[in-house]
């Protein structure tokens, strides 16, 4: 159950509407580094977390606020899209070249939206929730969910610098304070648990003799005509405590060429690809 408070969880002003910037706010809540995937990415976490409880009310929790971003990124469209033209003779008022694009922004923002918010990219691309990752291994999803909440950081720093607008700039500073901590936070998971070491290799509760343990601490080079570079991940220990990281510069060929043999009648191959026998040449 979840209850909502009428007011925002952070102040959000804009001094100047700036349609173009309104297509672009909509990638921080439609677009893949955006909110509506972090939410939906902690809620289906949350509803399959087991073990630890603490972690699937903190999940939960910081879902929740991911809500609240989603509503203060919307309104911030819609006060970006004020005084947008809204038809042929408006728009050629204001300029004949800025007529032709619309000055950037998204037209669907007139045709569907009614200059507000909406579910999509700054493409005008729907949110399909196909960038939802939610694995049921905890150490999985925390390493999933810094990843989301630093390209999530990283997007918010460049519309930062996209703007010269001080309200924009003011909202979007406290955005971008919030992934800093939601990054660190599911580190902190991490630590809890034992630090990365002991969650790798994820998931650790595989038996160690179901791998092929002599392939599973070097880096291998495919180059054809340069050297590994090396680096912490071609020497010293690994992470896990259980091998020593090496270099191979190149690949051991340990299989054999993959032939598959004739096709199978009725598959809708070519007569010569069922019978191996190739066709006479004619004379």
């Given at each position: 159950m979840f209850h909502h408070s009428s007011k925002l969880q952070y102040p959000v002003r804009v001094d100047k509407p700036d349609p173009e910037f309104a297509m672009l706010l909509q990638q921080a809540i439609g677009g893949v580094e955006g909110e509506i995937r972090v939410a939906m990415q902690y809620f289906f976490q949350a509803m399959g977390a087991r073990g630890d409880a603490r972690i699937k009310d903190l999940l939960i929790s910081t879902a929740t606020e991911e809500l609240a971003h989603i509503e203060m990124l919307g309104y911030a469209v819609a006060l970006n899209l004020e005084g947008a033209p809204l038809s042929y003779q408006e728009a050629s008022a204001q300029d004949p070249v800025v007529n032709a694009i619309?000055?950037?922004?998204?037209?669907?923002?007139?045709?569907?939206?009614?200059?507000?918010?909406?579910?999509v990219n700054a493409n005008g691309v729907p949110f399909d929730m196909s960038h939802i990752y939610a694995s049921g291994n905890v150490a999985a999803d925390m390493l999933a969910n810094v990843t989301a909440e630093a390209t999530g950081r990283v997007l918010a720093t460049r519309l930062y610098n996209f703007t010269e607008d001080?309200?924009?700039?003011?909202f979007l500073s406290f955005l971008i304070a919030r992934d800093t901590m939601?990054?660190?936070?599911?580190?902190?998971?991490?630590?809890?648990?034992?630090?990365?070491g002991a969650s790798l290799p994820i998931p650790n509760s595989f038996p160690p003799e179901g791998e092929a343990n002599e392939h599973s601490y070097y880096c291998l080079n495919t180059s054809?005509?340069?050297p590994l570079p090396e680096g912490r991940w071609?020497?010293?220990?690994?992470?896990?405590?259980?091998?020593?990281?090496?270099?191979?510069?190149?690949p051991e060929l340990l299989g054999s060429e993959p032939l598959l043999g004739n096709a199978r009648p009725g598959s809708g191959a070519q007569q010569e690809q069922i019978s191996g026998v190739p066709p006479e040449q004619p004379v």
């Open positions: 619309l000055g950037g922004m998204n037209p669907r923002h007139i045709l569907s939206s009614g200059l507000s918010a909406m579910p001080k309200g924009m700039k003011d939601h990054q660190q936070q599911w580190l902190a998971v991490i630590e809890e648990m034992g630090g990365i054809l005509d340069k071609s020497q010293g220990p690994s992470y896990d405590g259980r091998g020593q990281f090496t270099a191979k510069q190149e």
